[in-house]
């Protein structure tokens, strides 16, 4: 099983033991603008799903806190997230960057999103003392040092949203990660990069934003 180690403000250290990994997915507040995604992706070949918000399950072992993501061709890409990491005794909030597989994407979201990590923070603040903000957290990603996805966590549905629906799906355990599902990109940027950093910032407070950041690497090439 594929633990985690999360550090809280205090400097205390929390092990996650992962049981289930779950990609929110055409998560935007506003499902008017999911609406409008979905037929932007349709144009490209992307399957519209039958029914949104999605909530996609996930290998566990992908969750990783990794720095390096081996891939198979150059369209993949990732992007900016949140996540929460349901503990024994508490919820906890990190930043996290769901890396996925373009070219297959086209056949199936789900398939896609089997064949990257999520890769998640070393660090985590607890939800409970970031909950009454929520709204004014940014999230902001890089790609080779470009920015691509700016904007706060009032464009994606609650962590309470994401709560309930686990609670209501016997999912609320310890070890269960929830990845938030993704803020648009800018226009006419180019995710298809060798690296990628994102930063989940409290621009309310004084405390260190967090951070991930890691390079692509490609595989050697398939033989047969």
């Not at 999103?113 to 603040?125: E, F, S």
């Not at 909950?131 to 790609?143: N, Y």
Request: aromatic share 6%; net charge negative.
């Amino acid at each position: 099983m594929t633990e985690l180690v999360f550090e809280l403000p205090d400097g205390s250290q929390v092990p996650v033991a992962v049981k289930y990994l779950l990609n929110g997915g055409y998560a935007g507040r506003s499902q008017e603008d999911v609406a409008a995604h979905v037929a932007e992706l349709a144009d490209l070949g992307v399957p519209a799903p039958s029914t949104t918000p999605c909530l996609y399950p996930v290998a566990p072992y992908l969750a990783q806190q990794a720095t390096s993501v081996p891939v198979q061709h150059g369209k993949t890409s990732g992007e900016a997230e949140w996540a929460l990491i349901v503990t024994e005794d508490d919820v906890l909030l990190t930043v996290a960057c769901d890396h996925t597989d373009r070219d297959l994407e086209v056949h199936g979201v789900a398939w896609s999103k089997q064949a990257a990590p999520d890769v998640l923070g070393t660090r985590a603040w607890r939800l409970s003392d970031v909950e009454a903000r929520l709204d004014e957290l940014t999230l902001t990603a890089w790609a080779d040092d470009e920015i691509i996805q700016r904007g706060t966590l009032a464009e994606l549905l609650p962590p309470s949203y994401w709560l309930a629906e686990l609670k209501a799906r016997g999912l609320f355990e310890p070890g269960t990660i929830l990845l938030s599902g993704t803020i648009p990109m800018l226009p006419g940027v180019n995710q298809f990069a060798r690296s990628w950093r994102v930063e989940l910032a409290d621009p309310t407070s004084s405390e260190r934003p967090l951070t991930l950041s890691y390079t692509t690497s490609p595989l050697p090439t398939p033989v047969g």
